[in-house]
């Protein structure tokens, strides 16, 4: 049995919001799932004639109707009136359903995912953002399960929507962390080793949900429902990504017309920092001249030593966006990797830049720089996992 276990890197501190899910999903078991679920149905329940027919329909012969009777729990009526049901639609449903689990196991599983990944993406995104994420992502997912079973009276319920949502949220900002992975091997053989994050979910999405779907056929977990998730999730990262792109230097002059791109090469060329600044984001971002990396680095390093990391900080993933592969490509990403770090606290992110800017082969001075930082991110891991820059890459 393969257990993922934990991230890395995973800095210090409280992600309040993902340890309040983790702490309501739980509470909502114990008040709800326990009591209700040691209980037989009452059978007087309006609701229970429905649930039966229901399920007994749904399970196509699978189980004898006596027996269906007999191990109806109260928790069953209870899903079955506020988990969502494509056919039967509710919208508070939509909500509650994402707050219920069908056993311990169920609770389990997504909790421990929610766990390891919701906090990096709890710091990259803020608190309040990342609830909202995950409250629209979960109903995204369960809106996806209802436009591939539009007709299922089978209730829907569990956090793993959203969690599917965070995972790909998680998938699009954190391409080089790890994963730490468990194999157990009853009864003795216990080993831990490490993936690469992005790995580890593309295994998830490929192998645990879209597979199923192509190939399996009629099942029990709500594949459809961790697709959305996570393609809404991802999609959210790749916007939120975009439009940092945008950022604008605030109390810098900006030019009310753009003033080309030659402008501002020629005024980065002649030390005129400021004013190639003024030009640089005069226009939108789409009209935005392509600089090369040393301009980029020279720009960024102006703005961000004049108190404009977030505009620097455009303007070096703006860089790497639109230039790939070019020769000084690694002291942007190490100027970026820096800034993340360093101005704006947040060290997750800028491990992505540093760890690529080994890889680039940057100037000796600045490969020392690179592993500084990585050593400082290394220092605020909450549970170490090694020496992280000597981690397997994806």
């Given at each position: 049995m393969f257990l993922p276990i934990g991230d890395a890197p995973n800095p210090k501190g409280i992600p309040f919001v993902t340890y309040a899910l983790v702490a309501l999903n739980v509470a909502v078991f114990l008040l709800f799932n326990v009591p209700l679920g040691s209980?037989?149905?009452?059978?007087?329940d309006p609701a229970f004639p429905e649930y039966v027919e229901v399920m007994a329909r749904e399970l196509q012969g699978q189980v004898d109707v006596r027996e269906l009777v007999a191990q109806t729990s109260a928790?069953?009526?209870?899903?079955?009136?506020?988990?969502?049901?494509?056919?039967a639609p509710k919208a508070v449903d939509l909500l509650t359903c994402m707050f219920l689990h069908g056993g311990f196991l169920h609770l389990f599983g997504n909790m421990l995912f929610l766990w390891i990944y919701g906090d990096n993406v709890e710091r990259r995104v803020g608190a309040i953002p990342y609830l909202f994420w995950y409250l629209f992502t979960g109903v995204a997912a369960t809106l996806t399960f209802a436009l591939v079973s539009p007709s299922s009276q089978v209730p829907l319920v569990g956090a793993s929507g959203a969690i599917s949502g965070v995972l790909g949220l998680y998938f699009v900002w954190f391409p080089r962390n790890v994963v730490r992975m468990l194999f157990v091997l009853p009864p003795f053989f216990f080993q831990v080793f490490l993936l690469p994050a992005r790995l580890v979910l593309g295994l998830f999405l490929v192998v645990d949900n879209l597979l199923p779907?192509?190939?399996?056929g009629q099942s029990s977990v709500a594949h459809g429902a961790h697709i959305g998730g996570f393609v809404v999730g991802a999609a959210a990262a790749w916007v939120m990504e975009r439009r940092g792109l945008g950022a604008r230097p605030s109390g810098l002059e900006v030019p009310a017309k753009p003033a080309g791109p030659e402008a501002v090469r020629e005024a980065i060329a002649e030390g005129r920092l400021e004013d190639a600044a003024a030009a640089y984001f005069a226009g939108p971002p789409p009209a935005r001249c392509r600089l090369a990396p040393d301009e980029a680095v020279s720009l960024a390093t102006w703005l961000r030593a004049h108190g404009h990391a977030d505009a620097a900080l455009a303007i070096?993933?703006?860089l790497v966006r639109?230039?790939?592969?070019?020769?000084?490509?690694?002291?942007?990403y190490a100027l970026a990797g820096a800034i993340l770090l360093e101005d704006r606290g947040e060290p997750t992110a800028a491990y992505q830049y540093l760890l690529t800017a080994l890889d680039l082969g940057p100037r000796p001075e600045t490969a020392a720089a690179v592993r500084q930082?990585?050593?400082a991110i290394e220092e605020l891991q909450k549970r170490r996992v090694g020496r992280l820059h000597a981690t397997p890459r994806w």
């Open positions: 209980r037989h149905a009452d059978v007087s928790f069953d009526l209870f899903s079955f009136e506020h988990g969502y049901r494509p056919a779907v192509l190939f399996a070096l993933r703006r639109d230039v790939p592969r070019s020769q000084g490509l690694a002291e942007a930082g990585l050593a």
